[in-house]
């Protein structure tokens, strides 16, 4: 018997480590100040900085961890799950900095010690569910992020549709990770491993039941998609984004997003694969149609999410739907099932993570002032704080995808991936859907600047520390909209997935 | 002709057609004469006391989480007991950092007062109504929820 591997394999993990030891740190803090919670964020700020370290430091590296006799390896270590990381561990700095300003969340104050600690459980969840390569460590990891975020949906308490948007979470997700497992089992009985490699040489050589797997992979797929909100799997989004705290409905949209897609890549990627052409074609193994799968399921994300958000009068609602219709756009870029897609997705995504981080930004400021988050008491708002309105159009602007913003960067990306793979149909219909886009977010920006106020001016100061976090994100969308090339550059170093 | 799983379907369908046609014949041929007695819940001979539907005090899921996490403890502790002499330091190490886990969480417990059964009275929480909304002014009429022993 020799655990040494164990001990050994620890260089390989040292964010996770980084975060873990943060996490631990909060509860003691906590536990020993007291009321005193004011170190609170900035031990997690630390914590997250110590892992950003790390996680640079993992972009040259190629390995697996975790190896013994009877298992191939539970975590790889490579720069695309690097990226990923990067993505949650930015969207978290940043979520850390909107909780220490967010009215709602300084309500609850003698509950922070819990708020930050869930949050390190969410985000050690995550780096597991990027980096895992083995069935058992994505459902268990999967788990955590869900747990930890049922809990902060709900965080608030005192509002009714707070503890509603928890408590469909937990419905939803209790039903869909249960569907996940049932996945997972029927996979481990047909291959007898939950090794994702042992899986992908098992069928590429023997002969597997059809209609059996078929029901495993899109069993499977369900828990993923609910993680992505994909359409079919969409329904706890709208309800949960616009009851949990803005915080938190910034770090679901973004971290465990990037979560989900990295998980999904990873999964099809690797478990599938057959081998990789030199145009960077992926030839999957011939038993589930992956590819029609995701053109059906992504026309479907886009289709609904836009036009449901048309219809919104609440913007973190309206913000929530548009989360979905952006799921459908990275659903596109699976569909390819290239390395050209994969190089899409993770300029999309990075986008679409300042991008999105900004809006709820903006919309946390204007609510902390006027108490609403609806479209119609936004009226005017673009005269009184021209700084906060030019930022919020920016951000609404690159989420449509228009030219100067970076937003138009990654829907190019993934339509120039599209033509490419001769799936010219499916462009058009991306394309009529960011259209559509158009308008519901062109409807927050004619209210900002085109009308006049209802009812008074908005008399507030947007702070220097506010103005300048603003500042950072909204100058990243017109940088990379004009000078996109180091984007570009970090995506194809990041694609590079172990093995292959 | 059949296969396995066909047979298997044979076997469910009779199974849920035997039961249904034991029950219509029951249902036919058996005397209806309902009293108050067999119309009750049954409670091993006991006349019911009150309604199922009854509040049990929120602490009583505490002390059920707080058995259950050492619980778990005890299943994984004793296995890696008998046999972490044979793993050498890393085994000891991976025993240890899984207690000091477990210790922060009952040190936790203790900090927020849940191992006391005696408690300061919970102030229930005033619920406010639509917390942003512009169009509906109700302006939040608290729901008081009630006070529970």
């Known amino acids: ?500 | 002709m059949l296969t396995e799983f066909g047979k298997i379907f044979v076997f469910l369908l009779v199974a849920v057609i035997f039961v249904i046609a034991l029950v219509i014949v029951a249902w036919l041929i058996r005397p209806s004469r309902p009293t108050k007695e067999k119309l009750m819940t049954y409670e091993c001979g006991e006349n019911p006391e009150g309604s199922p539907w009854v509040k049990f005090n929120i602490r009583f899921y505490v002390v059920a989480l707080i058995f259950l996490i050492f619980d778990v403890e005890v299943v994984l502790l004793i296995p890696w007991a008998l046999v972490y002499r044979q793993f050498g330091l890393g085994g000891f190490m991976v025993g240890a950092i899984f207690l000091i886990m477990l210790g922060l969480g009952m040190a936790y417990e203790w900090r927020k007062g849940d191992l006391e059964w005696e408690r300061a009275k919970i102030i229930p929480p005033v619920i406010k109504r639509p917390v942003f909304s512009s169009k509906e002014t109700r302006e939040a009429e608290p729901v008081k929820s009630k006070q529970l022993v």
Request: no cysteine; proline share 3%; hydrophobic share 55%.
């Open chain 1, 1 to 500: 018997m020799n655990v040494d591997y164990l001990v050994n394999s620890l260089y390989l993990i040292k964010p996770e480590l980084a975060i873990a030891s943060a996490l631990v740190l909060l509860v003691l803090i906590d536990l020993i100040m007291g009321n005193n919670k004011k170190f609170l964020p900035y031990v997690a700020i630390a914590g997250l900085i110590a892992a950003a370290y790390f996680i640079i430091g993992q972009f040259g590296m190629n390995s697996l961890a975790f190896v013994s006799k009877s298992n191939k390896g539970m975590i790889i270590a490579d720069p695309f799950g690097a990226f990923f990381k990067g993505i949650v561990v930015f969207a978290s700095l940043f979520v850390v900095y909107f909780s220490i300003k967010s009215d709602e969340i300084k309500a609850s104050f003698e509950r922070h010690g819990e708020y930050y600690t869930l949050i390190f459980g969410m985000i050690l969840g995550m780096f597991f569910m990027i980096s895992a390569s083995d069935l058992i460590l994505i459902y268990i990891s999967l788990e955590l992020v869900s747990f930890s975020s049922y809990v902060l949906a709900g965080f608030t308490k005192t509002a009714l549709r707070n503890s509603e948007a928890a408590l469909k979470y937990v419905i939803y997700g209790g039903v869909s990770s249960g569907i996940m497992l049932f996945g997972i089992s029927i996979l481990y009985g047909i291959t007898g491993s939950t090794n994702l490699y042992e899986i992908n040489s098992l069928i590429q050589s023997s002969s597997i039941p059809n209609l059996t797997f078929i029901l495993s992979g899109i069993l499977i797929f369900v828990g993923i998609g609910y993680k992505i909100s994909a359409a079919p799997f969409h329904f706890w989004t709208p309800d949960v984004y616009e009851g949990a705290p803005i915080t938190i409905t910034a770090f679901l949209s973004v971290a465990s997003k990037a979560a989900g897609f990295a998980l999904l890549i990873r999964f099809i990627k690797i478990t599938f694969i057959k081998s990789v052409d030199s145009a960077g074609y992926w030839q999957l193994v011939d038993l589930i149609d992956w590819k029609t799968f995701f053109i059906f399921l992504s026309i479907i994300t886009m289709t609904l999410g836009n036009f449901a958000a048309l219809w919104q009068d609440n913007l973190k609602r309206m913000l929530a739907y548009s989360s979905i219709a952006h799921a459908g756009y990275l659903l596109l870029g699976m569909a390819v099932l290239s390395n050209q897609g994969m190089i899409a997705i993770i300029i999309y995504f990075a986008v679409y993570a300042i991008t999105n981080l900004g809006a709820f930004f903006v919309v946390m400021l204007i609510a902390n002032k006027i108490g609403s988050e609806n479209i119609d008491d936004y009226k005017g708002l673009g005269y009184s704080q021209p700084f906060l309105g030019v930022s919020l159009a920016i951000f609404l602007i690159s989420l449509t995808g228009l030219p100067p913003t970076a937003g138009f960067i990654g829907k190019l990306y993934l339509f120039i991936a599209l033509v490419d793979a001769k799936m010219i149909t499916l462009a058009v219909i991306a394309l009529l859907n960011s259209v559509v886009a158009l308008y519901y977010y062109i409807r927050v920006l004619k209210n900002l600047f085109l009308s006049r106020p209802a009812n008074g001016t908005f008399e507030f100061k947007v702070s220097f520390s506010n103005g300048l976090v603003l500042v950072l994100l909204a100058a990243p969308i017109i940088i990379l909209g004009i000078y996109f090339t180091p984007l570009v550059d970090l995506a194809k170093n990041s694609m590079q997935i172990l093995g292959f």
